[in-house]
């Protein structure tokens, strides 16, 4: 099967009106976040039973091709692991898709060990896929014919692997459990919150408010550097140089360049600017220091001692069920679900199923057993 590159509006439209009357397609997305400041759409592969076509989102919208078909319910989009890609849908083109099969979702409530594409591939269809551009930086363009075919091979087999899972599902009563978990995708929307970029560091919990401060510091000067180079941050500096630059506070330029894990280059051209910010730093009175913040207590308050051993029964259920069932455990009930039913305390199964979380099917399974260690 051969693919069909869409970059024009000429080409959109004539592939609009062919895509009218499709009912079922597979659907993947590649975006620029491993190489890009940003991680913004850069390719949306789709399959039919017969063709397969490639928009490129950079040359034209193709939003007004895609977004008929892919919100339209009566129409099957099968995706594997749909999450990030539904979210970039929704930021990027402003398409919400509607009648999701995730294959990746589907193996998982299946009980399979390995739920990536190229294991599912192999081991139900016996099909081989590379992994040679899964690394590609796919906002350059050109782009390559290789990287194009690659591209393609994402969705070429979806309809036959969701066909396989969907049959594998029935069999086992567990179809209904899939479709409540792809209708709960279809909800996922992009929210970017703003975040203190110190709390992805682990090491920072531990850090005097100086070092946070400074680390916070490096971070924003990092941040400048891959907006205006267009790169991804960790590829300007990893995230163990600058805990390492805090730690260590180099004297000059050529301290900071003779570090392990510093470029030379970016020492020379971009140092002075980071050992000046780390200075301003150091002048602070202690009242101006920003500490690594504390989340509010009410949410994340740490359990009484009837609520952890509430919680200890919950996991201990939990566990064995999964081992019945065939299932990962955090797939049956995961930890955070846990937590937000010890805190709500649901008296009953209708409260139980209210929970955010909660699906139905998890419910229908556990939900007795929940409420009756609940209860005492």
């Not at 083109?93 to 599912?120: E, P, Y």
């Not at 016996?126 to 075919?149: C, T």
């Not at 790169?231 to 180099?250: K, N, S, W, Y």
């Not at 330029?253 to 051209?269: F, I, P, T």
Request: charge should be negative; include cysteine; hydrophobic fraction near 40%.
């Amino acid at each position: 099967m051969t693919y069909r590159f869409i970059a024009d509006k000429s080409s959109l439209r004539h592939v609009s009106s062919k895509l009218r009357a499709e009912r079922r397609i597979a659907l993947d997305c590649e975006a620029a976040g491993f190489h890009r400041y940003t991680d913004r759409l850069c390719l949306v592969q789709l399959s039919t039973p017969r063709d397969t076509y490639l928009f490129d989102p950079l040359e034209t919208d193709p939003a007004p091709a895609l977004k008929p078909i892919l919100e339209d319910p009566q129409v099957q989009v099968v995706m594997h692991g749909a999450d990030f890609d539904l979210r970039l849908l929704r930021r990027d083109l402003g398409i919400a898709v509607r009648g999701l099969f995730d294959t990746q979702v589907a193996a998982t409530l299946l009980g399979a060990q390995a739920v990536g594409l190229a294991s599912l591939l192999d081991d139900r269809m016996n099909v081989v896929l590379s992994k040679k551009h899964q690394r590609a930086d796919w906002a350059q363009r050109p782009l390559p014919d290789g990287f194009l075919e690659y591209a393609a091979d994402d969705t070429r087999h979806l309809l036959d692997l969701a066909d396989i899972l969907a049959g594998e599902l029935g069999e086992r009563e567990r179809r209904g459990w899939a479709e409540e978990e792809f209708r709960y995708l279809e909800t996922i929307e992009w929210i970017e919150e703003p975040q203190d970029p110190v709390t992805r560091f682990k090491v920072a919990r531990k850090m005097t408010p100086r070092e946070v401060t400074s680390l916070r510091a490096a971070l924003e000067w990092r941040d400048r550097i891959a907006q205006d180079r267009d790169r991804a941050p960790f590829r300007v500096a990893g995230d163990q140089i600058l805990v390492e630059i805090v730690a260590h506070r180099p004297r000059s330029v050529q301290e900071l360049s003779d570090m392990k894990g510093m470029s030379n280059r970016l020492a020379r051209e971009h140092g002075q600017d980071l050992l000046e910010a780390l200075r301003r730093v150091d002048s602070l009175q202690e009242a101006d220091l920003q500490p690594y913040p504390r989340g509010p207590r009410n949410g994340s308050a740490r359990f009484t001692p009837e609520e952890d051993a509430a919680a200890d029964r919950l996991r201990a259920l939990r566990t064995d069920r999964a081992q019945e069932l065939g299932l990962d455990r955090g797939v049956l009930l995961s930890n955070t679900q846990i937590n937000e039913i010890v805190r709500a305390g649901p008296r009953s199964e209708g409260a139980l199923r209210e929970l955010p979380s909660i699906r139905g099917w998890q419910a229908d399974l556990l939900g007795a057993e929940i409420l009756g260690i609940l209860e005492g």
